[in-house]
RNA sequence: GAGCUUGUAGCUCAGUUGGUUAGAGCGCAUCGUUGACAUCGAUGAGGUCACAGGUUCAAGUCCUGUCAAGCUCACCA
C-alpha cells in the first residue's frame, strides 16, 4: 500500500464494479406479486442536460447514490435508473449561440434540418456528462440509460397527450402569455424572471381623463379604459363611450368599472390593453373588450400602429412619447418609477406579454389528486418546510400552457388541414434558402405544397382550428395536412419521466421494470425545480398510472461556492466538480458535499472543506495500513488461524480488555445512529459521527492504545476496521472499496464486493 | 403585500422528536511526534446559543412578540 491514498485509482474501481454488474438488479419472473413480498428502493435520477457537462450541483447526486449503496447493502432490489435531458429550450439557446459563432441563425434552416443539426451535436457532447457521473462513484445501471427524446418515451408522451385531449384536459387557446421575442417562444410564468427596475411613469392626456402609464407605445391596442366603481370622480363617465386623442388620428373606448383599478395610484384611471398586458386581458375577459393586437411576434409594431409600424417596442415607445410631448398630450413625467418587469431566464431580454394560440392543459382535475396526496404523505416531502411550499402553490396554479415554439423537444402530435384554413400562417425556407412567410392563402398559388412541408419552420393557425391526432386521419378531411410545429414544454414530457423510464404502456401491457419498480421510492432533487418538475410529476403520475411515482420527494441543498455565494458564469465562480475529483479524489467531494450539512440548507464548497475531507480518507487509508501491516505479520507467523480473524467469526463475549470493549461498544452504537440518520435521511450527522469515530475513537484512541498489543487486539482492529469501511461507503465508495480489495483476499472475505456485502449490525 | 428560512466560538456551520459541564472543521496558542498518516497527536484560549417575554421539573431545542439578514411567491397601470 501506498504511503498515501491514491484517488487516481478510482477509475479501475469503477470498472470491477460494471464488470460485476453491482448496479444492475435482477427482476423476478412475477414482478408485481414479489414487489407485494419486498418493495424494492428505486430512485430515478433527474436527467442532466445531454449537452452539458455537469456542474457542483449535480455533485450533490451524491446523496441519491448514498441512499442507494445503504439500500443495496440492507439487500433491497435496488435500483438508480440513469438519463439524460434533451432541455429544450436550454439546449436550442446554446445551439443558437453556437451557430452565431459561425454566422449563421436557427431561421437558415428548415425545420428538420435544424432538429438533425442539433441532434447531432448534443449526441456528440452527451458522453461527458455520463462520465463525470461515473467518475463521482455514482453507482447507477446503466444498462437501463434513457434519453428524454428516446422514441420509446416519445410515444408514451404522445399516448398520454391524446388521451388527455380525448377527456378533455388540453385545449388550444388564444391567451395571453409571456413571450420572448429574441427566443421566439412563449414561456410559462416560472421562466420568467422579475426584476425590480427604474422605468418612467407617463401622465398622458386622456380624453376626460389624465392616466398614468409605464406604456405608451400600447395606446394603439386600448380598448377601453377603466375606474374603480367606488371612485366618485369618474362614476359619472361608466359606461359611455369617450374620444381619445391619438397620435394617428383620435379613437373611441368604453370607460369601464373595475376593481381592479386602485384609485390610489396615480390617477385612479387606467388604459386597458387587452392584447398586451395580462391584467388588461383577464379584464378584457370581464367586460367582453376587444383584443387589438399592436405589437408582433417579432416585438415589433404592426400595421395597425401607422408610421411607428416596425419600429421595436423599446425605439417606438421614445418615439411615440417624442411625439406626445410635442403635441401636448403628456401632462407629466415620474422618472423614478420602480416597477417589476419581467425578463427572460434565458436571454434576459424583457418579456411581451402576448396573444397567441397556445396549448394548454386544464391543471385542476390533475391538481385536486396531487395536493390530496401530499396532504395525506403519500408522496412525503423533505424537510417538511417544502410541504406548505408546494400546497399553497398548487393552491393558486393555472392552466398549463404546454407549447414551445422551438424545435428542439416533442413535436407536438397534432394535425391541420389547411385546405379550410385561409389564416393559416406557414414560414417556410424555399428553393433558394430564402424565408418565405405568410398566409397560407396567399402563398399557396406562388409555392407547391410539398415545397412548404419540405422547408417548413413554423405554423401558426388559429385556435380554434380543427386539429387531428394523426396525420392519417387529417388525411381524410384534405389535401393539404400539416403538422403543429409547436414542441412540448420539456417539463411536459419529463413530468412523465418516472413511470415512462420504467416502461409504463398504454395498452396496460406494462414492463416488468414497470411491475416491479413503479411507484418508486425515492425523487432527489433540488428545491427549485419543485414546481416545474415534482408537482408536475405527482400530477402525472397520478392521472396517469393511478399511483403517486414516488413515496418520498426528498429536497437537497444548493451547492454555493466557497464564499457562499450563487455560482454563476458570469460571476465567474463556477466550481467543475470534476477538477476537484482531480485533485483530491471523488470521495473527498462527496464527503464535502454531505457532512454535517442540514437538510435543505445551502451548502458552500470550499476548498478548505474538500482539502479537510481529503485529509479524513487518507485518514482511512492510513489507518488500514496500520492493520494491513500488522494482519501480514499475523499471517507470516500463524498462516493456518487467519478464520480466526473473520470478522463472520467476531464474538463480542470473549473480549477482555477494557479498551476492547469499549470500542466495540462505540461502534454498536454508532451502527444504531448511523443506520437512523440513514433511514431519515439526516445524512449529514450519519456522515459526521462516522468522521467522530472513526478518527477520534478508533483511531487516536483505541488504535494507539493497542499498539503495545496489536497481535492480540487484531481481531477487534480487523473487525471494527471492516465495519466501519462498510458503514463509510455509501459517503466514499472508492477508498473503502480500494481497502476491501485488498483486505479481503487476505482474509477471506465474502462477497468480493464491500459495495455487494450486507449492511452492518451490532456485534454478537 | 404574503409565505418560508436563517440569526450558536474569529470564520463556515452541526445540534432530527426539549434532558447530564453547548459541538465539529478551519483558524489561533503551547508542547510533542517524523517506522499507520501529503503529517499526526496532546493540551488550551474563545460562546449571556440575536433580543424580550411565556410554557415546563427542565429550552439553543416548543409558543408569542421585536430586531436583523436572505429566499420564494404575488396582476398594482
Request: overall charge neutral; glycine content about 6%; hydrophobic content about 40%.
Amino acid at each position: 500500500m501506498d504511503k498515501a491514498y491514491q484517488p487516481a485509482g478510482e477509475e479501475k474501481i469503477y470498472q470491477l464494479w460494471e464488470e460485476h454488474q453491482a448496479f444492475t438488479p435482477t427482476v423476478p419472473s412475477s414482478p408485481s406479486s414479489a414487489r407485494r413480498h419486498r418493495e424494492p428502493f428505486v430512485i430515478i435520477l433527474p436527467p442532466p442536460n445531454a449537452n452539458d457537462p455537469l456542474h457542483a450541483g449535480h455533485a450533490l447526486y451524491t446523496v441519491e447514490d448514498i441512499m442507494v449503496r445503504f439500500h443495496r447493502m440492507l439487500g433491497d432490489p435496488t435500483l438508480w435508473l440513469p438519463g439524460t435531458d434533451h432541455a429544450g429550450i436550454e439546449t436550442q439557446f446554446v445551439f443558437e449561440k453556437y451557430l452565431q459563432k459561425e454566422g449563421k441563425s436557427r431561421f437558415d434552416y428548415d425545420r428538420s434540418t435544424l432538429y438533425q443539426l442539433i441532434s447531432d451535436y448534443v449526441s456528440e457532447k452527451q458522453g461527458i456528462a455520463i462520465s463525470q457521473m461515473k467518475r463521482l462513484g455514482f453507482s447507477l445501471d446503466w444498462s437501463r440509460l434513457k434519453f428524454t427524446l428516446d422514441e420509446d418515451h416519445t410515444h408514451r408522451v404522445y399516448a398520454v397527450f391524446r388521451k388527455m385531449v380525448e377527456e378533455g384536459l388540453v385545449y388550444r387557446g388564444e391567451k395571453i402569455v409571456n413571450y420572448c421575442t429574441r427566443c421566439g417562444t412563449a414561456f410559462s410564468n416560472l421562466e420568467v424572471n422579475y426584476q425590480e427596475e427604474v422605468t418612467k411613469l407617463y401622465y398622458l392626456k386622456y380624453g376626460p381623463f389624465t392616466l398614468a402609464t409605464t406604456r405608451p407605445e400600447t395606446k394603439f391596442g386600448d380598448t377601453a379604459v377603466a375606474v374603480n366603481p367606488k371612485d366618485p370622480r369618474y362614476r359619472q363617465y361608466v359606461g359611455q363611450e369617450i374620444t381619445v386623442e391619438g397620435l394617428i388620428g383620435p379613437f373611441n373606448v368604453k370607460v369601464i368599472a373595475d376593481d381592479m383599478v386602485d384609485p390610489k395610484f396615480g390617477t385612479g384611471v387606467v388604459k386597458i390593453t387587452p392584447a398586451h398586458d395580462p391584467d388588461d386581458f383577464e379584464a378584457g375577459l370581464r367586460h367582453g373588450l376587444p383584443i387589438k393586437k399592436v405589437i408582433g411576434l417579432d416585438g415589433r409594431l404592426n400595421e395597425l400602429t401607422g408610421k411607428y409600424a416596425g419600429l421595436k417596442v423599446a425605439q417606438a415607445r421614445e418615439q411615440v412619447v417624442a411625439d406626445m410631448a410635442q403635441k401636448g398630450m403628456i401632462v407629466k413625467v415620474d422618472d423614478n418609477y420602480v416597477h417589476r418587469i419581467g425578463r427572460c431566464y434565458r436571454c434576459n431580454s424583457v418579456i411581451e406579454p402576448m396573444v397567441t394560440p397556445q396549448w394548454f392543459v386544464k391543471v385542476d382535475p390533475l391538481a385536486r389528486p396531487a395536493v390530496k396526496a401530499v396532504e395525506e404523505d403519500r408522496v412525503k416531502i423533505f424537510p417538511k418546510r417544502f410541504k406548505k411550499t408546494f400546497l399553497t402553490w398548487m393552491a393558486n396554479i393555472k392552466d398549463w400552457p404546454i407549447s414551445r415554439q422551438i424545435i428542439w423537444g416533442h413535436r407536438i402530435p397534432a394535425w391541420y388541414v389547411l385546405d379550410g384554413t385561409p389564416q393559416a400562417v406557414v414560414s417556410f425556407v424555399d428553393q433558394d434558402k430564402q424565408i418565405q412567410s405568410g398566409f397560407w392563402k396567399d402563398l399557396k398559388g406562388k409555392f407547391s405544397f410539398d415545397l412548404i412541408k419540405s422547408g417548413l419552420q413554423s405554423l401558426t393557425v388559429p385556435a380554434d382550428t380543427k386539429f387531428y391526432l394523426s396525420e392519417n386521419e387529417a388525411n381524410e378531411h384534405g389535401q393539404y395536412v400539416l403538422q403543429e410545429t409547436d414542441t412540448f414544454d420539456t417539463w411536459f414530457s419529463s413530468g412523465q419521466w418516472p413511470y415512462s423510464t420504467l416502461g409504463w404502456s398504454p395498452d396496460g401491457r406494462h414492463s416488468p421494470d414497470f411491475e416491479y419498480f413503479y411507484p418508486t421510492t425515492v425523487l432527489d432533487t433540488m428545491w427549485d425545480i419543485l414546481f416545474f418538475w415534482v408537482a408536475r410529476m405527482i400530477m402525472m403520475g397520478i392521472y396517469v398510472t393511478g399511483q403517486v411515482p414516488f413515496r418520498v420527494a426528498h429536497m437537497h441543498s444548493r451547492v454555493l461556492d466557497g464564499k457562499g455565494q450563487k455560482m454563476s458564469k458570469s460571476k465567474g465562480n463556477v466550481i467543475n466538480p470534476i477538477d476537484i475529483v482531480n485533485n483530491y479524489g471523488a470521495d473527498a467531494l462527496r464527503l464535502a458535499l454531505v457532512i454535517g450539512v442540514a437538510p435543505g440548507s445551502d451548502i458552500a464548497l470550499s476548498d478548505d472543506k474538500v482539502r479537510s475531507q481529503r485529509n479524513f480518507i487518507n485518514k482511512i487509508w492510513n489507518a488500514s495500513r496500520f492493520v494491513l501491516f500488522h494482519l501480514d505479520q499475523f499471517v507470516v507467523d500463524n498462516p493456518q488461524n487467519i478464520t480466526s480473524l473473520s470478522p463472520a467469526n467476531f464474538q463480542k463475549s470473549q473480549l477482555k480488555s477494557k479498551e476492547d470493549k469499549e470500542i466495540i461498544d462505540k461502534l454498536d452504537k454508532l451502527i444504531c445512529s448511523v443506520t437512523k440518520n440513514f433511514n431519515s435521511y439526516h445524512f449529514g450527522l450519519a456522515s459526521e459521527s462516522l468522521y467522530q469515530f472513526f478518527w477520534h475513537d478508533f483511531c487516536d484512541l483505541y488504535l494507539e492504545s493497542v499498539k503495545s498489543r496489536s497481535q492480540e487486539a487484531l481481531p477487534v482492529l480487523v473487525y471494527v476496521l471492516i465495519t466501519s469501511l462498510k458503514l463509510l461507503h455509501p459517503f466514499a465508495p472508492y477508498v473503502t472499496e480500494t481497502i476491501y480489495q485488498i483486505l479481503g483476499p487476505k482474509l477471506n472475505l465474502e462477497p468480493l464486493l464491500l459495495a455487494k456485502s450486507p449492511w452492518p449490525s451490532p456485534a454478537p
